[in-house]
């Protein structure tokens, strides 16, 4: 059994930034993919920014390009997600999934077999 917990959100002000960790036990965490995903109210989750298991490979949606990072220390079984220059319309819940079964980034939602139980991201204009 994986268990996830997220930390870091909070409120913010556009243009600010805010760093989200995830802290993973349970098994092997250095070998499984890992990814970012977000829901904000009355929308469906998406995919914020994913990551293999080494580290060496990530995956972010449009939104994310250029603004976020996600990386991994697997030494501390924790992952980040690094969120600069933020948006109102970043505002969510951020929950953090692990893919057990693969090393490599994992992109759908189905795909993940654990969640954190997530955190509040809140930017105001």
């Known amino acids: 059994q994986v268990q996830l917990v997220e930390s870091g959100g909070g409120l913010v002000q556009a243009g600010g930034s805010l760093r989200l960790s995830c802290a993973a036990s349970g098994g092997t965490v250095s070998s499984y993919a890992m990814g970012w995903f977000r829901q904000a109210p009355g929308k469906e989750r998406e995919l914020v920014a994913a990551i293999n298991s080494s580290g060496s490979s990530t995956y972010y949606a449009d939104s994310a390009k250029g603004r976020f990072t996600i990386s991994r220390d697997n030494a501390k079984s924790t992952v980040f997600l690094q969120m600069n220059s933020l948006k109102p319309e970043d505002t969510a819940v951020y929950y953090c999934?692990?893919?057990?079964?693969?090393?490599?980034?994992?992109?759908?939602?189905?795909?993940?077999?654990?969640w954190g139980q997530g955190t509040q991201v809140t930017v105001s204009s």
């Open positions: 999934a692990a893919n057990v079964k693969r090393r490599g980034v994992s992109t759908s939602a189905y795909e993940y077999d654990y």
